[in-house]
């Protein structure tokens, strides 16, 4: 009997991190099958699980081009968007009858890609929720053509459901992504409480994270007792947070830290320098000062309070975050774009544990259970008449 054959197609950097975990639960539910990942955007590696296939290519927005963001949209055409679309729909119409279920993560573009496969498609949604828009007819008719639907959360699910989408149900995957990451130990001293810093994984995270430390420093000068971890996504170069914090005032300390890590340090803040899984960390975490996307909200996911900085320099990360915010609710706050305003809100709500256990109550109630990784893999399984 031959493999069955699956395939990811992701669109973003959060949702190839989604798809490179649902391939975990994939082989779980599906014993001897063959995956591959389509990335839509970005350069994500193989992994054990999962064969990294067909056209891709680092576009500059990292997938950041929703709501008719003209400038990402006109910087990606630049950087060979239009050709890299031709060219990975040219790839799965040649892969038609090679796969027996795709399953599309991310936003409506991701499963009109995926559907050209021609193949059992699996459409998980990760872009809208009706906190902040509903799905469009035009989305719906997409959806239509999907044999299973998966939606942020209960409220979109009824919403589809009401309008004609039959298979659908709630499940975040993003609440499963941190799951299986190991715990560390970072020996944090005293009464020391960890803020894991989240610059994001677009190239943008390098000056977002001159902006963090700034705020965490600020923070800890008004007498918070706190240690940072700045996460360093993959695909992106250390050394260039390093060079930028420097241009800040921050010493690169290579083997300072309790345990050997590398650190930056100014003054009596310090920031240690993480590249490993953001899970790793999440046990420890006091509060998540981020600029990121599916990260924040992973975070939100583990009952930890999220905190991010009113910077935003464009139109469209504007909207980014203000989308996020009506997503996460009161599970996370904005801080001021002023380092020290930033500071001192942050330092006050460091103090506050019962605010900022209420938050991560919120954060869970509004991520949702987890274990949708698992159903959407049985999904997948009935698809292929497994089950």
Known sequence: MNKARVLLVSNGNGEAAIAQRLAIALHEAIPGIALDHLPLVGEPQSTAEARVVGPRAALPSGGLIAMFNLRNIVDDIGGGLIGLTIRQFHFLKKARDSYDVVIAVGDIFALIVALQARACTIFVGTAKSVSVARYGAMELRAMRKAAYVFVRDRATAEDCR?????????????VDLHDRDFVVDLHLAGDDELVLLLPGSRAGAYHEASVL????????????????????APR?????????????????????????RAQLVRGDARVLLWS???????????????????????AAAAGIAVAAIDDGRTRAERWYRMRQRALLGDAMTMLPSDPERAGERLAALLADKALRVRMGEIGRERMGEPGATRRIAERAALCLNLH
């Open 162 to 174: 009401a309008r004609g989408i039959e298979a659908v149900e709630a499940g975040n995957a993003i």
């Open 236 to 260: 992106l170069d250390a050394r260039q947070f390093v060079e930028r914090l420097a241009a800040d005032g921050w010493r690169y300390d290579e083997r300072g830290g309790a345990d050997g």
């Open 276 to 298: 490993g899984g953001v899970g790793a960390l999440l046990a420890h975490a006091a509060l998540v000062l981020g600029q990121a996307g599916t990260a924040n909200e992973a």
């Open 213 to 232: 430390c700034a705020a965490f420093a600020a923070a800890r000068a008004r007498g918070a007792h706190i240690v940072g971890a700045l996460s360093v």
